[in-house]
């Protein structure tokens, strides 16, 4: 299943959402705007091809490590 990962326009809250439907009724959970921005998941990155294994080690820490570490 498809989970996206967002940041909120609106509190700038990030959530992590599961999306069956249409993105469009992801709300917020803080809030509950709908106005939101898709971050980039671990999993989307990963797919672009081992020329990105170097790259994946040095950006970890900001990448999905960053905002999962809260
Ligand atoms: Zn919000």
Known sequence: ?????YKCGKCGHE????VMGSP???ECPK??????ERLMSC???AGK???SLAGA???????????GFS
């Open 31 to 36: 809030c509950g705007s709908k106005k939101k």
């Open 57 to 67: 080690a040095a950006s970890s820490s900001s990448g999905c490590g960053g905002s």
């Open 1 to 5: 299943m498809p989970i996206y990962e």
């Open 15 to 18: 959530y992590e959402a599961l």
């Open 49 to 51: 091809g081992l020329d």
């Open 43 to 45: 999993f989307s990155s």
């Open 24 to 26: 469009d009724s992801v």
